[in-house]
């Protein structure tokens, strides 16, 4: 089995090691991304914010519900 490491995240599969790249690095410098997680209590979402630290691009936000 291949084990490799991303970061400190062990994984098996190179499907799972470009996720986790894609997810924490900017597809326009590839530079590590700044990842914000904030609770909106009023709409029970938490809205996660990944941004470039170095070209400054916000990369994605996604509102992910909180049953
Ligand atoms: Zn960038």
Excluded: P, W
Aim: with cysteine.
């Amino acid at each position: 089995m291949d084990n490799k490491s991303v970061g400190s995240i062990r994984t098996t599969t190179q499907k799972k090691r470009d996720f986790i790249k894609n997810q924490n690095e900017c597809y326009l410098c590839g530079n590590h991304l700044s990842i914000h997680v904030e609770y909106i209590s009023f709409t029970r979402f938490v809205v996660e914010r990944a941004q470039c630290g170095h070209c400054m691009t916000l990369v994605r936000v996604q509102n992910h519900s909180v049953q």
